[in-house]
């Protein structure tokens, strides 16, 4: 997670800083009518780390995407359109524990593929 962190950002600090607390993740792979997409599901220790990795994420498709401007944007979700894609960010709650889900997709494509509700952590 560090090593992802800083190879978006640049930022030895805030890569250090938003990995502390990374409890695992899951990725899935997709296929949509528009083309290929990915969900990343993150788990964290507490909801300040989950909430770290949210921000950062944020910073990294500003940072990549220099005219991204969230088309939605609550204290738990966010999303964008960008280079022909919808990213969508989702801070929330499995089992009792924090969660970021980063789902990105071609536009148009539905951005709902994974319900929280329904995951389940080990």
Excluded: C
């Excluded at 997670?1 to 990374?22: E, K, P, T, Y």
């Excluded at 949210?54 to 969230?70: G, Q, S, V």
């Amino acid at each position: 997670m560090r090593l992802f962190l800083f190879q978006h950002l640049q930022d030895q600090n805030a890569a250090i800083r938003g990995a502390a607390g990374w409890d695992g993740d899951r990725f899935s792979l997709f296929e949509t009518t528009g083309g290929d997409g990915i969900a990343w599901l993150t788990a964290w220790d507490t909801k300040i780390d989950a909430g770290e990795f949210f921000d950062l994420l944020d910073t990294l498709i500003l940072k990549r995407y220099r005219t991204a401007k969230p088309r939605a944007a609550t204290s738990d979700s966010r999303t964008y359109d960008v280079g022909g894609r919808t990213i969508q960010l989702t801070a929330g709650e499995v089992g009792g524990r924090a969660v970021v889900l980063y789902v990105d997709v071609p536009t148009g494509a539905a951005t709902d593929v994974i319900d929280l509700a329904k995951v389940t952590l080990q």
